[in-house]
């Protein structure tokens, strides 16, 4: 969560104008989305760019461009990057000029079938993501400029996954979010799936892929954007996190993902685990951040639909 103060809008043009080399007269604008970094939206003669700034010094964006790097040579649809610094001296901080993937989001409640060959074309896209090797799990590490790998911060994938998940379920029991007994289940459904967390290799995952991040141009697939949440993991874990909430849309978004990887026997079992973790650590992080907020439905009813079909 962003918690520094952000960059001005006449600076950032300034900057565009002078140093990013995008010319004068463009229109910089504030974009509202973007957790972990400030975004703006940068238009120039029917161009449109976008500017991306890290809130924290000495953090930088040197991993993600490496990320588009060998994202793009796989030919998986991302933005390109125009321009970056490790540390921008008039911003004191990391920066990144991308161009925009063209169209729109699909976006939550869109109806399956009427986007079926984008979600196909993303789930090629997707597994091809999957595929680029991580050293090690967890966050990529972004304290340093001249990264010659993708590095996680975590050397085993256990030890990331489940670090805290004894603290999240004793903080959903103190607010009651689940029926009794829910966490006494999940504690059993983690115990028996222990071979699920046994991973030696990580594997890039986006980290939010969701129909929010899948573009389309009238219906012609333009790629996925916002790759500020990379991370090494076991390889289904974006398979798991865009089945929260788009259950109906995974049908095809896995037909895509056949198409260049072949799934595991245990493929259902290990995107639902990933499911269920990622819904039950932001249900406790949320809590924590806005203790007086109601549970964000979805949340709970992921976690709900994996303990059911997990059999806890």
Not at 118 to 141: C, E, K, M, S, Y
Request: net charge negative; aromatic share 8%; charged share 20%.
């Amino acid at each position: 969560m962003i918690g520094t103060a952000e960059p001005a809008v006449q600076l950032v043009k300034e900057l565009c104008e002078r140093t990013f080399g995008l010319g004068k007269g463009v229109r910089v604008a504030r974009v509202a989305e973007g957790g972990s970094t400030y975004v703006f939206r940068v238009e120039r003669r029917g161009e449109v760019f976008y500017v991306r700034v890290l809130p924290e010094q000495g953090a930088s964006f040197a991993p993600e461009v490496l990320a588009h790097r060998l994202l793009s040579e796989r030919g998986v649809h991302v933005p390109d990057v125009m321009y970056w610094e490790h540390s921008n001296p008039r911003l004191d901080r990391s920066v990144m000029v991308t161009t925009e993937i063209k169209g729109q989001a699909i976006g939550h409640g869109t109806t399956p079938e009427t986007v079926r060959n984008v979600l196909v074309a993303a789930g090629h896209d997707l597994a091809l993501t999957n595929a680029i090797p991580v050293q090690h799990f967890g966050w990529i590490r972004r304290d340093s400029a001249g990264s010659m790998c993708l590095q996680g911060e975590v050397a085993c994938l256990r030890d990331w996954l489940l670090a805290d998940l004894d603290v999240h379920l004793a903080r959903l029991d103190r607010h009651s979010i689940f029926a009794s007994g829910t966490s006494a289940r999940i504690a059993a459904i983690i115990a028996a799936s222990q071979g699920c967390f046994d991973d030696d290799h990580a594997s890039l995952a986006h980290g939010d892929f969701d129909a929010t991040h899948i573009y389309h141009d009238h219906g012609i697939y333009s790629g996925i954007i916002d790759w500020g949440e990379i991370r090494g993991t076991q390889p289904l874990y974006d398979l798991g996190h865009f089945g929260i909430e788009n259950g109906a849309m995974l049908p095809y978004v896995l037909e895509g993902y056949r198409e260049v990887a072949q799934l595991p026997a245990d493929f259902a079992l290990r995107t639902q685990l990933a499911g269920l973790l990622v819904s039950l650590g932001r249900l406790a992080r949320a809590l924590l951040i806005r203790p007086g907020q109601p549970a964000y439905g979805p949340y709970v009813a992921a976690v709900e639909r994996a303990v059911v079909a997990l059999r806890g």
